[in-house]
């Protein structure tokens, strides 16, 4: 079954840098393209990045472009987020999330998330 | 980035229907249609609606969805206590070469 762990959150100050990952199983990950999307607490959805199954195309949210950084391991079956220069409005539950392709593009299955939170 | 719209709540008694909608303009919805998502208190979402009216496996026959123009709706019928959740809808974009989320409803089963 589709299996994905997100880990690397915890507490940064503004200004500092963290790297999430992603651990992927139970689908073939070279195939799929991922994204991460971020809920801060209490709030909605707010989809954060994408990248394509290749690694060779990437789409950012303008609320974090020239910030954070995607990218993948197909060796490894692993997604990061390199995320720089935080804020405290990066604040939130990261999710990664399996892209199902069908006429569209579609969040397919979700990891369980890991807290970032950015506060001194 | 402009999001979908949703109505924040939806309130309907046990084994009524609810019908959720989700409205965007020709460059998300109109175009490819939405996906709508549940996520129950504490949960990570999950899938139960792609390409307007397709259900992953495992998904209750309950759930249905369709379009109209630029709107998109989820309709639960039957409704049970463990549908009480948020859901989200969420398209493609093409002009703005990103995805956007609708801003959740709250099923309310009483």
């Known amino acids: 079954q589709v299996q994905l762990v997100e880990s690397g959150g915890g507490v940064v100050q503004p200004g500092g840098s963290l790297r999430l990952s992603c651990a992927a199983s139970g689908f073939t990950f070279t195939t799929y393209g991922m994204h991460w999307v971020r809920q801060a607490p209490g709030k909605g959805l707010e989809w954060v990045a994408f990248?394509?199954?290749?690694?060779?195309?990437?789409f950012y949210a303008d609320s974090v472009k020239g910030r954070f950084t995607i990218s993948r391991d197909n060796s490894k079956n692993i997604l990061y987020l390199q995320m720089n220069s935080l804020r405290a409005e990066d604040t939130a539950v990261y999710y990664c999330?399996?892209?199902?392709?069908?006429?569209?593009?579609?969040?397919?299955?979700w990891g369980q998330g890991t807290l970032v939170t950015v506060s001194s | 980035q402009a999001g979908l719209t949703q109505p924040p709540s939806v309130s309907k008694g046990l084994r009524q229907t609810a019908t959720l909608t989700c409205t965007g303009n020709s460059n998300n919805v109109g175009n490819q249609g939405a996906g709508w998502l549940q996520q129950r208190q504490g949960h990570p979402p999950k899938l139960v609606s792609y390409r307007n009216n397709n259900r992953p496996s495992g998904i209750s026959e309950r759930f249905s969805a369709s379009r109209s123009g630029n709107t998109a709706s989820l309709t639960i019928t039957g409704l049970q206590p463990e549908d009480e959740a948020d859901y989200y809808c969420?398209?493609?974009?093409?002009?703005?070469?990103?995805?956007?989320f609708g801003g959740g409803t709250k099923v309310t089963v009483l």
């Open positions: 999330a399996k892209e199902r392709v069908d006429s569209g593009s579609y969040f397919d299955y």
């Open positions: 969420s398209a493609w974009d093409s002009s703005l070469s990103a995805w956007v």
């Open positions: 990248i394509r199954n290749d690694g060779d195309k990437k």
